[in-house]
């Protein structure tokens, strides 16, 4: 990302414009200042600008790769606000002066960061926010010599440009530029391209027409227009390829945006006349940028007058004059109206580093020829909008003419009707102002899977003008005209409009078939509603003429796009996405006309009442006094923020407007603010019309938060000492070096890969002839050509033949080979240049055989079961015994206490694998038994009453990695025979292994290195390999050197995710005793015969657990990869903390034709986290007790004190009591708790009934449940709810996963300077591994200094690369522990060193001035946790010693916007005694979460506690939006994209996050190193954003209006049902639906019932 630097005139200070670099080609900013993040002014006392100082102050960089990102666009966001509030024009922008947190919202809406969980990153930018109130702040501390480049001097930025016109690298001539002059500028591209840049709209008109007569005749276009280029951030397989290209922007007349009068013989719009009376009109220029357009809207909203634009009109051709300027201003009710709602709809589109290049013009084009999804159609189409456009022909009659027409019709190809051949230019929009009439209303929303940058799945738009009440007949106004436009989402690209030119969509689609890294794009309508606009006109405005409209857009206006969309979407197996967006467009209607028509419902009294409910959910952390952590303190929480009020906030965000947050380092106060008490119910407002509309939910508030940390301990700094990361201001300032940045020579080649696009049939032949004949295309490389790599021939092989796992990996899928998946590599082309390889990958042509092993790809885990296609896992996982449901080894079992058979059979309750085999169709089952409750069989045998049975069904699914940096490698040809490989890895060593195989090299001839990775989370321990392979083979076998930098989109389909689980489950339980009261206490504990009642109270005494079966199924993908490590971390964390005497686990590896799955960061454990956590609330759904109460009282116990008993405090039991305090001296038997599998935990460290107690009293549990309750009690339109869980991470050999990994190397050096350098096993890549080692060195060595001079100074430090040459042996970062391994092992290096130094140095030197570190000596250690001094002063329990268990709880409040039908029937009955209305769109947000976690006692707490947010947050992406598709024809992924693919923005994380640490954990060893893992264990806590709304959702529900997924499943052992998309199996009796991840806003939508709006309402009509 990039600034680029303009000034407006008059200005003195320029403005800066954040842009997408990937987005904007070179050309597009020639001339022009552009800065990037390393050009930033340095100021003092950083060193690097005052952003990427701030940034690393905050710990806001992790891995680093998305952090210069942020730090240009937080400094152009003050920059900006600081240069207008400088130049005066702050006033004329609207934009305050310092940027308030809706405005760095805005600024920072289009950035990613996949490490941070973005609170850092916020509360850095917040604090400059508040600082920075001077231009000259930004730099004013620059440091002495230090460039002012970001301070921007004005003749820096109206520069021209050099004057060289060529652009290219290639240095193709091209004829010399121009700027500043009137010419037309044309710019040699190379590869025979060329750029025209006409600087008027005469010039552009007569290039167009002269490209038009030189192109007639021929098939294929030669030239194209170009205006912000950002099409191709959607469109991204649409090469720019035209031999001309013409860019639009530079012509002034295109960017024209002003007011002008109407009706000046260019308005022929009926409806827009007959709408309403038109005075004025905005005249947009189609080269206006979205970002412009909103802000000068927004500006207008906020009536402040626009003086410069008053002026252009009164002198504008067809301008109203001087005169009438007040009658513009008089307008100003009805724009300030329009233009709020717009300005607030175009702010959410895409980020602000595209809308600032992204013209309106583009997007209308685009939404015309490709079904893009444009909000800007439906906005301005609402608005009685027209186009202009310029006929471009070759015909000279034809050529230049101008036509008008509706921009709706324009948009969906009915008009205007062109000369055949003909093409067009666009040159404005004429939108007609609303008269200043309050009878006039306009309303605009949209529905996404996140608040900002995330296409619409509906969006829609309403304008209306109703009578004024009075003078009408009767109470209510008449609707006089009105006009409503929908856009609709329609999956797999169906239901284009009539006569639309969309087919293109169609044949890009197709493309997919032959090409695997082909974006997938949905179909798009927008359609004017017109049944529904005659069903409201001339009638009243009333409820029952709402539902007569609604009714009216369901069976007409949107009947062909749900039938089309049907259609579609069932083809491709995904109904339930066009159920949503349909039933969401409904949904958006109903609630504009409500708003629209006046029917807004002031909530009645007791929902007022109800929002200080908010207050809690919002304020509560920690609002006690003290929190009891000893002093533990915020890291930095310095923020003072009100919370948000949207445009259109709705009654609740009115209530949450008036709650301000004040957080400051020591606490968090709330109150309410005066003028915002809550409101007395307020008469009817509907008869004069006076209201403004209502309010919608508001913009997400930017997330703050607490976070107490571990206290620092004296004697040990800096270890415990949350110092800054290293390398953090290198990275924030962009000049962190990553395998991308290593420099290659001249005559390096780069690779792109050639991709199998089928996921069965084999490869027949490859034709790369296309590819070799492009320009610039050196070689194609294939697993043909390997013989004849190196002397010695290469091998197809990108690994050694594993021992005893088959064979080895293959690298290149050969001619005659059996296709595994879509996205298999096939080959690599080499080229001069980036963009050649990737086009000459494009060309190579791959032939299928599908006419043998033809079979249909296995795509499922429901096909692998059905085809018997499993890994064998006892191989992978000897230590387990296999089970026996699919055969031999196919699966393995976990089981723990009695027969779990027995007790299922005593309770007449089905196996688990029994419900897989029911629903899968696979597997072995038995008929002779009796299986209770699955469809078929026999009738059960009678259950004892004492006994409960539950069984269900549920998925978890995949994620993927979306590691910022893709996957990357360098190689070349050493001497020797030597290759070099720099690498993006996880493990140096494994890339070394694969290069020395794939090459037959001994491993003593690869050299593999890496300094830091941009983001791994699994991704680049054995993918990265492959990447490496390919390169050093084909720098061998070029003799250059090779550079591959995978695409996002070709990185996302060759690698699976996450490992997909299905899973099926029977639990046996006590019977629940009844108390009293209990009206179904008589008849529930009889099977069959469970209470039918819906009651929400839940009554009853939470039972125990007597036995769990759990029968899981999970996706290993078509190669088996590292896979297996799921199903271990399945079998590790399954049991959790809960005690349930006989539990057993099966657990098989299904082999699929999908991409190889392998480790994503928590594998397995999430998986098991959430099948556990959903059983949970099953059980509590089914036998109605409380959720947290159910499983607080299944929590292990504490056994029987040992004799004699311990002294030390027992937390386990005694939760007012802190956990032990340091570590004592090991009991030689301390007592241990046993997990339900077996697993033990010494009892001390056994903090999690503590922890759970502790998070309820902190957070003021009580307070949140009771106005959770409350809010849904009173809440018609939106629900919440709220849940906590408890997590636990493995460690034991006995599950064959302990968490220190063995010893490892580590290599320190003593420089004669002083200084030292640090060679660690591990590779930094954000979790800052290289920090805590040099913390540890630091302390370390600062024994032998004098107590002066202590601790030494880590600056003093610096960690080596990561190098297989200077520290082989180093194996792989991973599974959470490699900090603490390589902290350990430097450790004992240091101790070496110490000892040497002592014996040998010191002596020499002591007495002398610089006494200290100066002796040249190094020591080299191989150890790990175990060999440290102070280890045998751990706890240690039998031989594993050490080994711990992570453990935390968290809790989450989720909101949903409902319509729930009970609150429409009261709605109805009292809507004019009340003020707002919402409707169920399935939007939804998480209010707050709390955290508490066990970490030992951290090296450096900021350092984990930023992997504690980010990896909460990295979870709720899997949670809440991440999904992962693939296409049924091809089996290809579908979201291969940052277009599809959704990972959590800022606007995504919970409003308020608060993380604690247990200060004074009970730790694992005494010595400086007794941390826990931290990366990986948090991510299992955002199961419970799940859970929460999963209830929300369940609140929003009720019997009679759902329709959801499958209810078949007993609850009481009544039935298997089936896992829906949409939902698990479920139970009709209580209501329980399990609500699947990822709940996207469709998925949520449909889990509330499929009724569209208008049936909701109708049905409760009756009753009104
Ligand atoms: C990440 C991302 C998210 C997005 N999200 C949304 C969203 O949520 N909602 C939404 O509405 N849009 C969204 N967009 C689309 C965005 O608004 C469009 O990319 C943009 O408006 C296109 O404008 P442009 O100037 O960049 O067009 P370009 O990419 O330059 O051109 C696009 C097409 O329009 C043609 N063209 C351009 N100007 C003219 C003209 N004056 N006359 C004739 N033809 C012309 C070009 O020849 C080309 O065919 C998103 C884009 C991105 C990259
Ligand atoms: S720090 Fe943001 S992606 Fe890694």
Known sequence: MVVQSTYAPNDSHPHLRTLNSCLAPVYSVLGRSVITAEGL??????????????LSEFHASQCGYCTPGFTVACHAALHNAAAAAADGGAAATAMPATPDDGSLLRALDGNLCRCTGYRPIVAACRSLAAEVTDIEDLCRRRTAGATAAGSISPVAATACGSGTADVTSSGSSGSSGSCGDSSCTEISLGSRQVLKVPRSLEQLVSEAGRLAAAAAGRSTPSWRLVAGHTGHGVFKDWPLEEEVLVAVAEVPELRRLEIMAANDGLVNCEEATSAREVSYHLHIGACTTLERLAAHLAHRAQGVAAEEEVAVAAVAPGGTGADNNSDVAGTAFGVRQWAAETSAHLYRIAGRHVRNSATVGGNLVLARERSLPSDVATLLAAAGSEVELVVVSSDPETHGSVRRADLLEFVTGAAPSLPPGASYILTAVRVPLPPADPRVRFWSHRIAERY???AAVAN?????????????????????????????????????APGAPHDSLSEHNAAKLKDATVVLLDGWQCLRAKAAEAALRNQAATAATVVAALEALAATDLAEVTAAASATAAAAGDEEKAVAAVTIAQGLVAQGLMACLGLSPTPPAAEIQAAPGVDVIKAAAGVENGDGDGGADCVHGAAKVAVHEGVNGDADGAAEAAVIISANG????????????????QQPQCSSMSSPPPRRMPPPPLVEGRQFLTDAVPELLPVTQPVPKLGSKLQASGTALYTEDVPVHRGALYGAFVLSARACGRLAGIDASPAVSLPGVVRFLGASDLAGVGPGGALNACEKPPVGAGAAEKTFLEVGGKCEFAGQL???????????AQRGAKAVHLMYDTSTDGDAPLLSIADAVRARSF???PGLLPSFPSGNTYGDKNSVLSKGGSDVDKVLSTAAAPAAA?????ALGGGERDESTAIAGVPGSASPPPRPSTLRVVCGRYFTPSQLHFYMETQSAVAWPDEDGCVVVHSSCQGPDFVQGGVSAALQLPLNKVLVRCRRVGGGFGGKLTFARRVAVVAAVAAVATGRQVRISVPRNTDAVMWGGRCETDVSYV?????????DGDPDASSSNVHGQQDQTSSPHQRRAPPRFRALDIHAVMMGGAQKDISFIDAMGMIAAVDSVYDIPAFRLEVALARCNLPPRTAVRGPGEINATMVIEQIMEHVAAELKVDPEALREANFLKAPPPPPPPSPEPDCANDVATAPGQGVAAAAPMEPVVTTALGKTIPLRQYTLPYMWSRLQRVADWERIKAAVESFNATSPWRKRGVAMIPTRRVGGAAQGYTMYRGKKPAYVSLLQDGTVQVACHGVEMGQGLWTKVAQVAALTLSEVLPHSRRPLDISFIRICDNSTELLPHSGVTGASTTSEIACAAVRLACLQLLKNLREFALPKMAGREDFGLRAPLSAFAWGGQSDLPESSRGVAVGPLAPQYHVMGVALGVVELSAFHPTHIKRFLKTFLHLRQVDILTGDRRVLRSDIMFDLGRPVNPAVDLGQVEGAFVQGLGMMLQEEVTYDSTTGALVQNSTWNYKPPSVSCVPQQLNVHMLNDAPLASEGPVSSKACGEPPLLLSAVVLAALQRATAAARTATSTSVGSTSNGGDGSGAGQVMKGSGGGSARSGFVPLLAPATVERVRVMCGREGAAEIIKRNLSNW
């Open 452 to 454: 900002s940058n995330a």
């Open 914 to 918: 029994a419900l897989t085999a029911a």
């Open 460 to 496: 829609a738009a309403v304008l209306v003008r109703l009578s004024a009440a009075e003078e009408a007949e009767g109470p209510r106004p008449v609707v006089e005209e009105v006009r409503i436009v929908v856009g609709v989402r329609t999956p797999g690209g169906g239901a284009s």
């Open 871 to 873: 890994y064998q896992l």
């Open 41 to 54: 002014p340095a100021a003092e006392p950083y060193g690097t600008s005052l952003v990427a100082g701030r």
């Open 666 to 681: 020591h606490g968090i106060t709330a109150h309410s603010r005066p003028d915002q008490q809550p409101q007395q119910p």
């Open 1067 to 1075: 639990a046996v339980l006590d019977d629940c005793p009844a108390e």
């Open 826 to 836: 096939v080959g690599v082309v080499l080229a001069d240049s980036h963009v050649a």
